[in-house]
Every structure is written in structure tokens, then in C-alpha cells.
């Protein structure tokens, strides 16, 4: 894990990244989703930016038109957290129905907020964000809100990841509120905008197994209701011994879900070779493989679909700068990989900035939707759905 100056390697891509460049620079590595097993001596991230353009979905607004360049074509992102979506106006409704009060009361001023100063506060802020996210109309909207804001970048189809069990253990929130609202959320995402999204509670990463047990017996329940798989993030150099989730996943895989675990960011190769023993269905992040070739031909040879995030890849700094991103080396390699915003409102992107740099590392965006495509955990119907959208618009041979 190279630690150079990030800014280097962005200066190329200075049209994506605009003014990130400077706060990505400052940016700190390996900050996860779980405050209360991760390591603050480890955890690094970078920040966000340009956040008040989030649209706030809710009450049924047409999806805002098209207008990168990168849109007109069909997208599919399987890698994003719903808690990093949370743009300045959603987390103001939420504040406002939870009788929350925020440090500001307006999205100019949480947008500046927003703003990366040091490690601290950016965990102020996250804590802030989450925090405020309580209820189960919360989780609705903030599925809602996502799917009119990744629409707005031609998505067909989001897999979403979200982490329930501290907002469980410490804030008292009870699974159901938190799926009931994602799961409401589902609906009214495909019935609004036409996009079909499919989510997953993850696991901690060096949490108690208990709970993650717990958490898998919830998502079984909800198999009908658009939850598809369990993840497992937070710490990846804390994970400790992996089998210790073995049932959990066990729990899952008997109730019909899929397995996605993060390995292969900070916890680098070793990580990714000891999910293995899971045989999973993808891997959020995997980035760490392009430096062992024998493990790129495993991958190859199982069809993992690895879940590339770029730039929360330079935010973490678990790759030093964009310039020197793995993608061109997975795709090499052929390993499958498909494009996400990881935490879009954090790491100050888009889903069409993030296809945008991907392909100038290489990945065409007909070759990352036929990843996606492959690599949903959607049911045949939708995969086939998918299919033929991606056919109509990049013929039936993408890149
Ligand atoms: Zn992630």
C-alpha cells in the first residue's frame, strides 16, 4: 500500500476530479463504515465535495435530466453504501422528521460542512450523517433519493450495501424499521424512476460473529423483498480469523443469498484469499489481486466479478494515485470488473464520473456493464432484462 502523494497521479484526470485533487492530497487512508470496531489509528478517507448538487427524491419528482457526457449510455453499479449516499438534503429531511438538529440548517451551509478538514471531523461528520438516519422512513428515502440521483446517470440496476448491526446494538434501531425501509424504498425506486435496485446488510469486519448471525437471519427474511446478499465491511485489517463468520454466511447461503464480502482494499491480497473459502459470488473492492497473478487466474477462472470503486481507491489511498490504479492490470489479467461510487456524497463523485475514469483506465463502459450484468445478484428476469438493455445500446459483443 504505497502512501505517495495522491496529487500527483490526479493531475491528469483534473477534469474528474476538479478541485478533489487538493482535499483528496490531504486525504487520510482506510476509513470504514464501522466507528465502533475501527481502528481511528488506521482510518483514513478522503472527503466530499460539490454535495448540494444530491437531488432530494421523496415525493415522486421526475428523474432530473441527463447531462454528462458519460449518461446517455445504460449504467449498473453494485458497489455503493447507502449510508454514503446521503447528500445535504436528504440528511436535512431527516433531521427535520427526527427533530435532529444539525450544525446548519440549509444545504449551502451542510455543504460546507461537508468539507474535509482533518480525520476528526470527518468522523463527526459521518457520525452526524448516520446518525440522523433513524427511522424507517429514512432508509426508504435514502434508497429513493439514490436511485433518482444514479438515474439521473442512465443506472438500470443498483445493488446496495447498508450496515444495520451497530445502528442495531448502539442506537437501538430495530432490524425491521431498517429493512421494512429499505425494502419500501425497493418498490417505490422501480415504480418512480424505472430503476431496479437489490440490497444487502453487511457484516463487521472483526465484529461479534453473534450478531453477524443475527443480521443474516434478517436478511433471509427479506429475500422476497429485494435484499439479495450479505457483504462484509468495516476494518478489513482487523478482520481476524475470517471462518469465524462461517456460519453467518452459512445462514445466508441456506436462506438463498449471495456472498460479497470487501477484501482486497486495505487488506490486500491475503484478505481476498481468505474469503475464497466462502467461494463468493463477487468481491467489493479486489483491487489488491492485480499484484499476484496467480490469484487474477483463480479469479479469472472462478468468474468473480470484482466491484471497483477508483476514486474512493486514491480517497483511501489504498492506491497512491490514479495514474497507477490496478484496473488496467485486472482488465489484463480478464478479470471481470465492474464500476461503483463506493460512497458517493463522501468521496465527492457520481456514478458517471466513475465510468468516466474507468474507461480512461481501460474499462470500456460496455465491458463494465457486461460485468455488472454478470455480476448482479439479481434473479435470471432481471438479468436477462439487463442484458438485453445493455445489448440495445452497445450491441451484442461489448468490449
Ligand atoms: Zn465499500
Redesign the pocket.
Known amino acids: 500500500m504505497a502512501r505517495a502523494d495522491a496529487e500527483h497521479g490526479i493531475r491528469p484526470f483534473a477534469r474528474l476530479f476538479k478541485d478533489a485533487a487538493e482535499q483528496l492530497r490531504n486525504a487520510d487512508k482506510g476509513f470504514r463504515h464501522e466507528f465502533h470496531t475501527s481502528d481511528s489509528s488506521r482510518s483514513r478517507s478522503a472527503h466530499p465535495d460539490r454535495l448540494a448538487e444530491g437531488p432530494s427524491g421523496g415525493s415522486g419528482d421526475a428523474p432530473p435530466p441527463r447531462s454528462r457526457p458519460s449518461d446517455p449510455y445504460p449504467k449498473i453499479e453494485l458497489?455503493v453504501?447507502l449510508e454514503g449516499t446521503i447528500r445535504p438534503r436528504t440528511l436535512l429531511d431527516m433531521a427535520r422528521r427526527n427533530g435532529v438538529v444539525l450544525p446548519a440548517d440549509n444545504v449551502e451551509a451542510l455543504s460546507e460542512m461537508y468539507q474535509y478538514r482533518d480525520f476528526d471531523h470527518f468522523l463527526e461528520m459521518w457520525r452526524t450523517t448516520t446518525g440522523t438516519m433513524r427511522t424507517e422512513d429514512d432508509f426508504r428515502q435514502a434508497v429513493i433519493d439514490y436511485a433518482r440521483e444514479a438515474k439521473s446517470h442512465g443506472v438500470e440496476y443498483v445493488e446496495t450495501?447498508f450496515s444495520p448491526i451497530n445502528r442495531n446494538k448502539w442506537d437501538g434501531i430495530p432490524y425491521p424499521a431498517m429493512f421494512n425501509g429499505v425494502a419500501d424504498g425497493i418498490t417505490a425506486a422501480a415504480e418512480r424512476y424505472g430503476v431496479t435496485v437489490r440490497a444487502m446488510p453487511s457484516m463487521i469486519w472483526g465484529g461479534p460473529p453473534d450478531l453477524a448471525e443475527e443480521c443474516a437471519k434478517w436478511a433471509v427474511r427479506y429475500r422476497e423483498r429485494g435484499i439479495v446478499g450479505l457483504d462484509a465491511?468495516g476494518n478489513e485489517l482487523g478482520r481476524g480469523d475470517v471462518s469465524q463468520f462461517d456460519r453467518a454466511v452459512a445462514i445466508a447461503r441456506d436462506g438463498g443469498l449471495g456472498i460479497v464480502p470487501?477484501a482486497g482494499e486495505a487488506g490486500g491480497i491475503d484478505a481476498i484469499r481468505e474469503v475464497l473459502r466462502w467461494n463468493p459470488d463477487g468481491l467489493?473492492?479486489g483491487i489488491a489481486a492485480a499484484g499476484d497473478p496467480a490469484l487474477m487466474a483463480e479469479l479469472v477462472d472462478r468468474g468473480t466479478v470484482l466491484r471497483v470503486?477508483p476514486t474512493s481507491n486514491v480517497g483511501t489511498r489504498v492506491v497512491a494515485d490514479i495514474a497507477e490504479h490496478p484496473l488496467p492490470r485486472l482488465r489484463e489479467a480478464g478479470v471481470r470488473c465492474s464500476i461503483g461510487t463506493?460512497d458517493p456524497a463522501l468521496f465527492n463523485t457520481t456514478l458517471g464520473q466513475e465510468y468516466e475514469l474507468a474507461e480512461q483506465l481501460g474499462i470500456s463502459p460496455a465491458s463494465a456493464y457486461q460485468a455488472g450484468v454478470d455480476g448482479a445478484l439479481c434473479d435470471d428476469a432481471v438479468r436477462q432484462q439487463l442484458q438485453e438493455v445493455g445489448e440495445a445500446a452497445f450491441g451484442d459483443h461489448p468490449a
Do not use: E
Open positions: 458497489h453504501h450495501t465491511s470487501h467489493q473492492h470503486t463506493d
